[in-house]
């Protein structure tokens, strides 16, 4: 594998890492430039210590790097990515250099990859927070592959025939499984990577087995365990007993789940209290519309395990209550049936698990809240449901005014985009650039999604005058000081001893498990599936999702049916906007 992907990034990658740099206009010099690739290289622990250089850079690399990381220097601002006209990126700060550098990758890299899958049937469903170098990969195949299916209505004959659905899938966790089974109904797809960490792959697996579908495998990136940290909160004796806690309440109560838990927690969970699974983008109106349905004060809601996310939605309908919406307002914005009694009664039946958190929002603490209030008064503030209430609060109170907004990614996506898209509308024909500056909090990998909206947006528009400036709100401990030698020229770089971008002190930009998955491992398993020998079949086989419920019984019930069950129940929700009678009679 090494051979081939030395052949596939040679004079592309390996050697040129950024030797596209002025497409994100930089002006670096011949001698910069090669700083910066040498750099590069250290940093995704790339080794040339031989003459075929090994393409290999994964999370042990990185955490077994020789820089040291000294005492935390102050950084005045925070790193941006600056989109504007014609699809050009500045970057401003190291942090987002290492951002921008892998948004355009080689087309060698995308033709082969994207031949490879045709041939072989593969499609690969990835999560928003994948590593940005992964991500360019990905999103550029995406599109060479919608490309190449005009060509083919138009006439033109390919080697493959290019399937009407997309082989490649960028989305949150729930989608991720619906995208699977798209791929495999609408283009005959034999196998699914699954690039995330585990509970994603066993969820994927298990959406695609409930279709018809069990028999094509689901293959992670790594033969290695990859965690999640939110996950695994929910996993031990603790929540267990939090869970037989809400259900002795003499109230009915309604276990409303996090969809990022494995299938063994929700499995669990649905043996010892009814329980419905929610995202991001749904658990508002689902814990609205269950109060509703059951009645505000005969129901008790026990949200976990996301401490963060459920505290969250408590100072959310708190803000609605101190800031006085009356009944109609409820009615409009929130829901129909709800007013200031209900939302009243709603947020006193609120049990949230109170020992659970995600490692990467858990790092948005005191410091980068006071640079966003003291430097960023002027830019729009986005905060993940799970970020820590100090930022989440800045977003929310933001949000009141549409200069901010609260929720799911895809709520964070959909904001920028409407706020970009009545910008360019507006200033179509002025002279004056206008910047738009939006605070990301949340993980950094999904600047992807945001870099590649926001161009289709101002091109769409013929727009000129207008930049969306993307503000990653990592602390001054999220950069490396590093001296001597080998500090290449360069006073910082990303990173911190024990995670990528991550600190304690407040600042988190990448999930250190998601990076886990990168683009030499989706090689890999591209290449064993080709091959087809028993030798490859047998390591294919390692990196099957973990299947701890097979052939297992709950209480007398299949263990899998049950951790498909709140599954199924949240389905059934966002289809009729009601919980459904089989729910409701189990409460």
Request: hydrophobic share 40%; aromatic share 6%; proline share 4%.
């Amino acid at each position: 594998m090494k051979v081939q992907y030395d052949r596939l990034c040679r004079g592309a990658r390996c050697g040129s890492s950024l030797a596209g740099a002025n497409l994100f206009q930089m002006d670096f010099n011949n001698s910069q430039v090669a700083r910066i690739e040498k750099l590069d290289a250290e940093r995704r622990g790339l080794m040339h210590a031989t003459e075929g250089i090994a393409c290999r850079g994964g999370l042990e690399s990185r955490r077994h790097s020789t820089i040291s990381a000294p005492p935390a220097q102050q950084v005045t601002s925070f790193p941006s990515l600056v989109i504007g006209a014609n699809r050009s990126l500045l970057p401003q700060g190291t942090f987002a250099e290492a951002q921008a550098a892998f948004l355009d990758p080689p087309d060698d890299v995308v033709e082969t990859l994207l031949d490879q899958l045709l041939a072989n049937k593969i499609g690969i469903v990835a999560h928003y927070y994948m590593d940005v170098e992964l991500q360019g990969v990905l999103f550029k195949m995406k599109q060479r592959q919608l490309d190449l299916l005009e060509q083919q209505r138009s006439g033109t004959k390919f080697e493959h025939e290019i399937p009407e659905f997309p082989l490649v899938a960028v989305a949150d966790s729930l989608k991720m499984g619906d995208d699977a089974v798209q791929m495999c109904t609408k283009s005959n797809v034999r196998s699914i990577i699954c690039l995330g960490v585990d509970f994603m792959s066993e969820s994927v697996s298990a959406i695609m087995s409930k279709n018809g579908y069990a028999h094509v495998p689901v293959y992670r990136a790594t033969t290695k365990h990859i965690g999640c940290s939110l996950a695994e909160s929910a996993e031990g004796d603790a929540y267990k007993a939090w869970l037989a806690k809400c259900a002795s309440s003499e109230k009915k109560s309604l276990h409303v789940v996090y969809i990022n838990t494995s299938l063994e927690t929700k499995a669990v969970s649905s043996s010892i209290i009814p329980t419905i699974t929610c995202t991001s983008s749904n658990v508002l109106q689902t814990i609205l519309q269950a109060s509703s349905q059951v009645g505000p004060s005969d129901l008790q809601i026990c949200y976990g395990p996301d401490t963060y996310m459920g505290e969250n939605l408590v100072s959310l309908l708190d803000a609605v209550i101190q800031s006085e919406w009356s009944d109609e307002r409820i009615k409009s914005d929130l829901h129909p049936a709800h007013d200031q009694g209900t939302i009243k009664a709603l947020r006193d039946n609120i049990n949230v698990y109170p020992s659970g958190n995600c490692v990467v929002h858990h790092m948005f603490g005191d410091s980068v809240v006071q640079t966003v209030e003291r430097d960023y008064d002027d830019a729009y503030v986005t905060a993940h449901l799970e970020v820590p209430g100090e930022m989440f609060q800045i977003a929310l109170r933001k949000s009141l005014d549409d200069e901010g907004v609260v929720g799911s990614t895809s709520n964070i996506l959909n904001f920028i985009e409407r706020k970009v898209s009545e910008e360019a509308a507006k200033s179509a024909d002025g002279d004056e650039t206008k910047r738009l500056k939006f605070i990301l909090g949340t993980e950094a990998g999904m600047v992807t999604s945001i870099v590649r909206s926001v161009q289709d947006i101002l091109e769409t528009n013929q727009c000129s005058n207008v930049e969306a400036e993307i503000v990653f709100p990592v602390s001054s401990d999220a950069v490396k000081v590093v001296e001597g030698e080998e500090s290449l020229g360069l006073d910082i770089v990303p990173g911190v001893s024990g995670g990528e971008g991550c600190s304690t002190a407040g600042g988190c930009a990448t999930c250190p498990f998601m990076k886990m998955n990168d683009i030499d491992a989706v090689l890999d398993i591209v290449e064993m599936i080709e091959s087809e020998n028993e030798k490859d079949e047998l390591k294919l086989v390692q990196h099957l999702p973990p299947n701890r419920l097979h052939g297992k019984e709950i209480n007398g019930k299949n263990a899998v049916e049950l951790g498909i069950e709140p599954i199924v129940y949240m389905r059934e929700f966002m289809k009729e906007k009601r919980l459904s009678a089989g729910l409701v009679n189990r409460l």
